[in-house]
């Protein structure tokens, strides 16, 4: 994973933490971070990293940071599904689209069970269609999605109006 650029604060963050808020984050990051240095390369120090990324995402809003601990705990379970949300939250809010979808396609490697899987197909034909361009590929997988969950009346509207705006009618066809 590459890491986003640097941002001052996550978006819709109300205030910036104190001097004193900081300084407890600073200090519980370098308690966690000796800690999973200490587990390494036992998978479960994975967990250890995710918290580490949420720390740095939410209350210091440093996403270059909180990609490099996602990466690490990626690195260590890389089907730990929490972790691969949190840093496609962060790819997703710089716009790094490629990246968001290796992150998909790794959390539907990791999925089991044919609705959650139809949705992440959804998200990544959503990814491909609106922020790619690749409308040829985004009717692939949204067809992989209906396959998977044919008689889903949600995924069903949402890929309507996918379609529809698009102006694909003969996909339009095919669902109805």
Do not use: C
């Not at 990293?49 to 705990?73: D, K, T, V």
């Not at 790819?91 to 959390?107: H, I, K, R």
């Amino acid at each position: 994973m590459t890491a986003p650029p640097e941002r001052e604060a996550p978006v819709g963050r109300p205030t910036a933490p104190s001097e004193t808020e900081v300084a407890e984050v600073r200090a519980r990051i370098a308690a966690l971070e000796r800690e999973a240095r200490s587990l390494e390369p036992d998978p479960r120090s994975a967990r250890l990293y995710h918290e580490l990324g949420l720390l740095w995402e939410r209350p210091l809003g440093n996403l270059r940071a909180a990609a490099a601990a996602f990466q690490s705990a990626y690195r260590l379970a890389p089907r730990f599904v929490e972790n691969l949300r949190s840093a496609r939250r962060i790819f997703s809010d710089v716009g790094n689209w490629p990246m968001v979808l290796q992150l998909l396609d790794a959390e539907l490697a990791a999925t089991e069970g044919a609705r959650p899987r139809a949705a992440l197909l959804f998200e990544k034909a959503e990814v491909l269609a609106d922020r790619l361009d690749r409308w040829d590929d985004a009717t692939e997988v949204l067809t992989a999605a209906l396959e998977l969950e044919p008689a889903d009346l949600g995924l069903l509207v949402q890929a309507e109006g996918m379609l529809a705006a698009h102006g694909d009618v003969a996909g339009l066809l095919r669902v109805q």
